[in-house]
């Protein structure tokens, strides 16, 4: 592999990437941290950039500190344990004021200090492992960086601590047996920290009824495992001696949120930091500040509808759109359970439904879309509508970038901007805005 003369580091950008510019080629280099000088193996190169590797670092950032995994630097996925976690905070916040400024053309805008997670290791309560084959023994892993390459995955320092054992039976399971009755592709663990279960969720290509049960049988009487569901992501299971979804116990877990107990099935998503996600909620609700006025909320992308079933717990009229059926079911038995009234699911696509929306039917609109951000129906939908506040969460800082630059050419300010560090040792951050409109 070829090496580079000494780069500089100037910055940390998304994705975890340290930035070094020489003459006109911009090379990203995985682990570097600001104000480092380094020596680098280069990897892809296009026209103007290239990726690359520290071969030696000769000048150590402050920051800097031994990674504790023993394959962080093969595993894909953190890219931030090398550095203190004060400066992992400090790093992902200028990302995202550089994303609102360099996509949203986003300036002058008041960013809270980010929130840290009260766990920067073991906070994990949800966690897909690929399964592979090495040297004929079966393991739970994950896959290098940039790759399909496997990597074994069964220490991981990010998952939570009821769930190592779950973990670690399973791989011990899986390395008993010479074959498999069914490809299996991928396991999720899902836990619940208020209750202390755990639910295991199996992905094969395809199985017949038969093999379905034994592969189900592989991962019989875990402790605290109280539900096992295989699905099949083939398209040919419509045929019938393959299975779409087989169930064994229980096919939802329950966790407690804020003083509420949430359902969340097999179908649904499922929070994999659940004190942050806490920590959200509570920001938003002393934003809207719904005790003190009967709030209309809307939001959008409701998931399992902790958000509002929280806000109506705490006063608002809150309706809820979700285009998940099942994780729709999970809010409503949720608000049942939680004898929250005051509150409406409507299960249907976000788009569809807006359009629906008259102008000031709500006071405010929450929404948490997937990583790709809002469509452009969307964003036509709520200019129309206009509502006097939105408050958009999102995982990622380029898509929320790109869509506020949208809501605020329909007449909108950002009031104020708070991050949270959802997912700690990694570039990822979870950000909560408020506009508000002019």
């Given at each position: 592999m070829p090496?580079?003369?000494?780069?500089t580091i100037e910055r940390v950008v998304a994705g975890g990437w340290g930035l070094s510019r020489s003459d006109s080629m911009v090379t990203f280099v995985r682990g570097g941290l600001p104000d480092e000088v380094v020596t680098v193996a280069l990897g892809d190169r296009h026209r103007h950039y290239q990726f690359a590797t520290i071969d030696e670092i000769l000048v150590t950032s402050p920051h800097r500190i031994p990674?504790?995994?023993?394959?962080?630097?093969?595993?894909?996925?953190?890219?931030?344990?090398?550095?203190?976690?004060?400066?992992?905070?400090?790093?992902?916040?200028?990302?995202?004021?550089?994303?609102?400024?360099?996509?949203?053309?986003?300036?002058q805008v008041t960013f809270n200090d980010p929130v840290p997670s009260p766990f920067p290791y073991e906070y994990r309560r949800r966690v897909r492992f690929r399964v592979f084959q090495q040297h004929g023994t079966f393991h739970l892993g994950f896959v290098r960086e940039r790759s399909h390459h496997p990597v074994k995955g069964v220490g991981c320092l990010l998952v939570s601590k009821p769930m190592k054992g779950v973990i670690e039976d399973i791989e011990g399971r899986l390395a008993g047996q010479r074959r498999l009755p069914a490809f299996l592709s991928h396991v999720e663990i899902r836990s619940s920290d208020a209750f202390g279960t755990h639910q295991i969720l199996c992905t094969v290509s395809r199985a017949s009824p038969n093999q379905a049960r034994e592969l189900l049988d592989l991962f019989a009487e875990i402790p605290a495992v109280i539900g096992c569901v295989l699905t099949s992501?083939?398209?040919?299971?419509?045929?019938?001696?393959?299975?779409?979804?087989?169930?064994?116990?229980?096919p939802h877990l329950f966790e407690r949120f804020q003083d509420m107990v949430i359902r969340v099935s097999d179908r649904s998503f499922m929070q994999a930091n659940w004190p942050v996600y806490a920590m959200v909620f509570q920001t938003l609700a002393d934003w809207l500040n719904v005790e003190d006025r009967q709030m209309r909320v809307l939001e959008l992308y409701a998931g399992v509808g902790c958000m509002g079933l929280g806000l109506a717990?705490?006063?608002?009229?809150?309706t809820e759109v979700e285009e998940n059926p099942y994780a729709a079911a999970d809010a409503k038995k949720s608000a049942s359970q939680n004898h929250i009234g005051r509150y409406r699911m409507r299960t249907a696509k976000v788009e569809d439904f807006l359009e629906t929306v008259a102008p000031d039917e709500y006071d405010v609109i929450v929404m948490d879309p997937p990583r790709t951000g809002l469509s452009r129906r969307c964003i036509e939908s709520l200019g129309r509508i206009r509502p006097p506040r939105m408050l958009y969460l999102s995982c990622d800082a380029s898509s929320l970038a790109r869509d506020l630059n949208r809501l605020c050419a329909t007449q909108y300010h950002i009031r104020l901007v708070q991050a949270f560090d959802m997912f700690p040792q990694t570039a990822h951050i979870e950000t909560l805005v408020e506009l508000v409109r002019v």
């Open positions: 090496t580079f003369p000494s780069l990674a504790p995994c023993s394959v962080y630097d093969e595993c894909g996925g953190c890219q931030f344990q090398h550095a203190h976690y004060e400066a992992q905070l400090q790093y992902k916040q200028r990302v995202l004021k550089e994303s609102f400024s360099r996509i949203g053309h986003i300036e992501s083939s398209a040919t299971t419509s045929q019938r001696r393959f299975v779409r979804r087989v169930v064994r116990g229980e717990k705490n006063g608002a009229l809150v």
